[in-house]
């Protein structure tokens, strides 16, 4: 079996999560990166190509080239990652696409519904897939939870509380020099969306993954906090979920004290689930009437979903690497698959050009509703 060929837009000198992604494409050695555009500077780009070995001709200025160069090699990459800033993926994943080149594009997945809404047709009329890196569907733990809850062991879901708080633009750090919180405040970049966006589509995508419940309407309230800041920096959300349930979603990139708290507890008529990333190795489950009981991964009372995405013994932490990985090894399964025009594997999941719809829907509802002082407001979900 020959690995993938990669490529990636992004991730150059100084850029945060291109490193990530490329830690996560050769974890389980599916991947080999031999192209890159990783720049919006083309002279910074060929430093950062050269950085991380790659041949010169295949370290590009820009990723229009790189779109063209590739498709006309017989070695050309089969895939590329995209990396870059929020208002940029559309067109790349669309370049890339068009010929018939497979995306693993980060989230959020657009900027506006229609721009993801018009690559999710792509996607679909070009046969390729379109991956976004909701990474935290990577742990064994989270896997756990959503075979517990979809086997129906809370019994029928009625509340759901998920958040995801850091504190790293407690102020404004994007005037002081974080090239990487400049972007996020900056609407004509990041979005309508700043905290809500950028890690609340996160949480989002992670409630709906473990429950398997789609949000009907939503009630939210999103602030600024930091004097000047053009995009929320918190958001505070009510949820109405199909079936009857109710939520909450926190994001917060101003909770002071908190480096980056992921946590989501799932509370149903049987019994209950607690999951937080800090503690990701463990899974807490309370049934009705009973002792609560920790589930570890890699023991024998984690399930066959929580197994199949486990590396090493139980004891040794995995964490927020191989979960990662396990996103880009589930994207290589269905890169095969399509390769041999074969459905997928079953119990392969990645999110997918709908669930990145999904998150820009759910952004731009967050931002209607808030902007109407938090008044009630419908969401159109993509068929499960
Ligand atoms: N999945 C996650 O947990 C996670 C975490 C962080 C960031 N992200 C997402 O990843 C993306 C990048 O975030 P980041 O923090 O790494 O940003 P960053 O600012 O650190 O890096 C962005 C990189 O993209 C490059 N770039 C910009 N425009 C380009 C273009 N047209 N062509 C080629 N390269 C271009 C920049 O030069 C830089 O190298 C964002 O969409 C963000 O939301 C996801």
Redesign the pocket.
């Known amino acids: 079996m020959t690995r993938i060929r990669l490529g990636m837009?992004?991730?150059?000198?100084?850029?945060?999560?291109?490193s990530?992604h490329r830690i996560a494409a050769r974890l389980d050695d599916q991947f080999e990166l031999v192209a890159g555009?990783?720049?919006?500077?083309p002279a910074?780009?060929k430093e950062?190509g050269q950085d991380l070995g790659l041949a010169a001709d295949r370290t590009y200025g820009?990723?229009q080239e790189m779109a063209a160069a590739e498709a006309s090699r017989s070695d050309g990459i089969q895939a590329v990652s995209?990396?870059?800033?929020?208002d940029?993926?559309a067109?790349?994943a669309k370049a890339f696409l068009e010929r018939g080149i497979h995306v693993i594009?980060?989230?959020?997945l657009a900027v506006s519904t229609q721009q993801a809404a018009e690559l999710v047709r792509l996607a679909r009329q070009t046969h390729r897939i379109l991956a976004v890196?909701?990474?935290?569907t990577g742990y064994p733990m989270v896997r756990q939870a959503r075979e517990m809850c979809r086997a129906g062991e809370l019994g029928k879901v009625r509340l759901v509380h998920v958040e995801y708080l850091q504190d790293w633009l407690a102020n404004r750090v994007e005037l002081l020099g974080s090239?990487?919180a400049?972007?996020?405040t900056d609407p004509a970049r990041?979005g309508v969306g700043g905290a809500i966006?950028?890690?609340g589509t996160?949480a989002y995508h992670l409630m709906r993954f473990i429950t398997g419940l789609d949000v009907t309407e939503l009630c939210a309230e999103l602030t600024s906090f930091a004097e000047g800041r053009r995009l929320d920096d918190d958001a505070r959300i009510l949820l109405r979920l199909g079936s009857g349930a109710r939520g909450m979603l926190w994001a917060s990139q101003v909770a002071t004290g908190n480096e980056n708290e992921l946590a989501i507890r799932v509370y149903g008529e049987q019994g209950g689930l607690t999951w937080r990333q800090s503690d990701a190795n463990r899974l807490l489950h309370s049934p009705l009437d009973k002792p609560s009981r920790v589930i570890t991964r890699g023991s024998r009372a984690a399930g066959e979903a929580a197994a199949r995405v486990t590396r090493i013994p139980p004891g040794h932490p995995e964490g927020y690497l191989e979960a990662?990985a396990t996103v880009y090894a589930e994207i290589a399964r269905s890169i095969r698959a399509a390769q041999h025009a074969q459905p997928a594997a079953e119990n392969v999941w990645y999110p997918d050009a709908s669930d990145g719809l999904d998150g820009v829907r759910f952004v731009e509802a967050a931002v209607r509703s808030s902007a109407g002082h938090g008044k009630w407001v419908s969401l159109e979900n993509s068929a499960a």
């Open positions: 837009v992004g991730g150059g000198r100084d850029a945060f999560i291109g990530v555009a990783l720049s919006s500077d910074r780009a950062s820009t990723y995209v990396v870059t800033p929020n940029t993926h067109a790349i594009c980060d989230k959020p890196t909701y990474n935290y090239k990487q400049a972007w996020r990041a966006g950028d890690i996160h990662f």
